[in-house]
């Protein structure tokens, strides 16, 4: 890192976001590439070919009319009768037979998005580990990360601009229903004011269900870096995606970063939805023991990783390397240890 030394006091203020972080964003060891460019945004209009479904979390409604069937009502919410079983389990509680439902009846219809799976070649798949698997954006190189800030493994998109660190683990409190949803939102939005205030903004959330009803969440927002404390003048803005998604035993975050990437969002939601688990039925979950560390594990009252400690942690140690040190005394990681021996940290 001796080359980035040099050049620190000839890179100031948001020279630093454009110059020096470009490049410092891939920091790990890759080892695999994955293939061509693809889109993936949301979409109510069912692509061609296969596609990953997610329904949306908020309730919606539709009344049941003369002749209706859940056939039919699901083609003409959704363009797909195929689906009239996902209308089935969102109203198992008021239709007990899918093929018995009465005119004027209300039932709850959230509305699937779709994701057009990419075309992959050489029947390449994405990720795939002893008891799970997803896919990963075209072009992006799988590996390690390069600093303190630990993860399973990661993914780099070096020609975007973009980073997804990958953070596996077996599922703590189920986030199921409504109820669930706007509590973790709320938990979220406390912490995230409290503890960085304008540091960050843009804060949003997208809440889903995937075909097989486990709950995907995405939130995302900019993280705005005061420079000053790194012996530099101005601020640099990151844009951070972080997608959640709970199998039946595991729970999956994968955090992206960038600063220039324009469809960051897109693509950590296309991993995060594709993420599913291989185990069969009755399998003992290995994965906690299987991780590398998972660090900094900073304790909050939403039920998943904090990844607003896991990117101030990662930038930190990267922004310290760059310039050489920091203004003020101590690390980062010593602040995070110091919150832990006071009981405010896992």
Not at 25 to 42: T, W
Not at 146 to 174: H, M, P, Q, T, W
Not at 232 to 258: C, N, P, Y
Request: with cysteine; glycine share 10%.
């Amino acid at each position: 890192m001796a080359w980035r030394r040099r050049r620190r006091n000839k890179i100031l203020g948001r020279q630093i976001g454009a110059a020096v972080l470009a490049g410092a964003l891939f920091l790990g060891s890759p080892y695999s590439v994955v293939q061509a460019k693809e889109d993936f945004a949301l979409s109510h209009e069912k692509p061609e070919g296969e596609a990953y479904v997610l329904f949306s979390a908020k309730d919606e409604t539709c009344e049941v009319g003369k002749g209706d069937s859940l056939w039919k009502i699901a083609e003409r919410l959704w363009g797909d009768g195929r689906l009239y079983g996902k209308l089935y389990e969102q109203n198992q509680d008021t239709v007990t037979d899918p093929n018995l439902i009465l005119p004027g009846q209300i039932l709850q219809s959230a509305s699937p998005f779709y994701i057009r799976k990419q075309q992959k070649a050489n029947g390449a798949i994405g990720i795939q580990m002893g008891q799970y698997q997803f896919d990963t954006p075209p072009g992006c190189t799988v590996g390690v990360l390069g600093n303190e800030s630990g993860a399973n493994f990661a993914l780099f998109g070096a020609e975007e601009g973009y980073d997804i660190a990958c953070l596996v683990r077996e599922k703590e409190e189920a986030l199921d229903g409504p109820e669930a949803y706007d509590a973790w939102e709320k938990a979220v939005r406390a912490y995230a004011e409290e503890t960085y205030g304008e540091a960050v903004q843009n804060l949003r959330f997208e809440q889903y269900l995937s075909e097989k009803g486990e709950p995907v969440w995405l939130y995302s927002y900019t993280y705005v870096i005061d420079l000053s404390v790194y012996q530099a003048e101005g601020s640099t803005q990151i844009d951070v995606s972080v997608g959640l998604k709970q199998s039946r035993k595991m729970q999956a975050e994968f955090v992206g970063f960038s600063i220039k990437a324009q469809e960051l969002d897109n693509m950590v939601r296309y991993v995060t939805a594709s993420f599913e688990e291989t185990m069969a039925e009755g399998d003992v979950c290995r994965v906690n023991e299987q991780n590398m560390q998972i660090y900094p594990s900073v304790a909050w009252e939403a039920s998943s990783f904090n990844a607003f400690a896991w990117v101030e942690q990662y930038f930190d140690d990267m922004l310290t390397e760059i310039t050489g040190g920091r203004d003020e005394e101590g690390s980062r990681k010593e602040t995070i240890l110091k919150r832990m021996r006071e009981g405010k940290g896992a």
